[in-house]
């Protein structure tokens, strides 16, 4: 028994020995097995923000929004950040008390940085216009203007032509007969009807404009020189208004413009 029991030692230690030569070095082998992909990317703070959060303080994750002190909304419809008065509020700034509405209560605050804010639509007025078609009288005229301050009392002309100053005062075409902005001319001297005198007027002086739909009584606003390619002060408005124009002696390059608005 003691010599089979060592001549298996022996056949065992052999075989051992003979299968050293072809193990397999570790560094042969890779253990990169195929990893399952990343459906969820890591939510911790750190990693997604490269920063630690700040408990009780400012993130990087928070909504950069101002503050609104009370009493006010944003309304972010159009891209922007507005400060919005909510109505019945009675806020104080620094100390001093604004009444939105009657409603008691205020909210006290240091400053406050005050933004416009859009609460309604703006409405434009729309600019007057009658036409001088069926504004001629009897004689041709269209109408009649007096400048008591210069003793003007002359009749007004449709079109701005020769023929029209040559008679009295022109009307500029373009412009309206009767409500809204009323653009006359006419030559400054060398003629029966010439009005360059103007230039001499004051601010309040009157002028008056009869027609077939009335008498109307306007008050100069407004005396200067302008560049003879200024249309400016004829330009539509909603409201009544004469505006007269002439030559600049030895100035072929200006205007003299006055213009008033009905009293």
Known sequence: MKLRSKAMSAALALMLTAALPICADASDYSF???????????????EVYGSRYNYGGKNVSDYQIPELPYGTYSNTSIGIMEKVRLPGQTV?????????????????GSTITVIPSVQRVPVYEKTAYTSATDMVRSDGSIGTLKIPSLGINMKVWEGETDSSMAKGIAHYSSTTGWDGNIGLCGHN???????????????????????????????????????????????????????????????????????????
């Open 32 to 46: 990169k097995g195929a990893m399952a992909p990343e459906y969820y990317p890591s939510t911790s703070y750190d």
């Open 92 to 108: 104080s700034y620094g100390g001093l008390a604004v009444d939105f509405g009657g409603i008691s209560g205020a909210v006290s």
């Open 189 to 263: 001297r060398g003629s029966q009807y010439s009005i360059g005198a103007i230039k001499d007027m004051e601010i309040g002086d009157t002028i008056t404009y009869t027609t077939v739909y009335g008498t109307r009584t306007y008050e100069v606003s407004y005396i200067g020189t302008i560049a003879s390619t200024d249309w400016s002060r004829l330009q539509a408005t909603a409201d009544n208004r004469i505006t007269i124009t002439t030559c600049l002696a030895n100035q072929p390059e200006k205007r003299v413009v006055v213009q008033a608005i009905e009293k």
